[in-house]
């Protein structure tokens, strides 16, 4: 089993910057995908970016060029750097992980363990 715990959200402004981290722990980090997915209230559950343990990373189209996904497997914890935060990323923030799948998942059924979840509210 791997055991996810996501940190770091919280309520900024438009235009500012927040950094996700999530902590992993129960199975070799390395050997794993990493995904952040977000859910706004309302509408459902979307995947942000996603990255492997070689590097190679996915984005959504919303999330090119302001996120940055990264991870660090020394320690065991994964990143989702957000900047230019807008209104329409307010959202609950969740880290999944993934094993075993070719290529960098984007489906959420690709993910077998989720974290609880980080709320982000931006307000205009």
């Known amino acids: 089993q791997v055991q996810l715990v996501e940190s770091g959200g919280g309520m900024v402004q438009a235009g500012d910057s927040l950094r996700l981290s999530c902590a992993a722990s129960?199975?070799?980090?390395?050997?794993?995908?990493l995904g952040w997915f977000r859910q706004a209230p309302g509408k459902q559950r979307e995947l942000v970016a996603a990255?492997?343990?070689?590097?190679?990373?996915n984005y959504a189209d919303f999330a090119k060029g302001r996120f940055t996904i990264s991870r660090d497997n020394a320690k065991n914890t994964g990143y989702l750097q957000m900047n230019s935060l807008r209104p329409e990323d307010t959202a609950i923030y969740y880290c999944?992980?993934?094993?075993?799948?070719?290529?960098?998942?984007?489906?959420?059924?690709?993910?077998?363990?989720w974290g609880q979840g980080t709320q982000v509210t931006v307000s205009s």
């Open positions: 129960g199975r070799t980090f390395s050997l794993y995908a």
């Open positions: 999944a992980s993934s094993f075993g799948r070719v290529g960098v998942p984007r489906r959420q059924i690709d993910y077998d363990y």
């Open positions: 990255i492997v343990s070689s590097g190679s990373t």
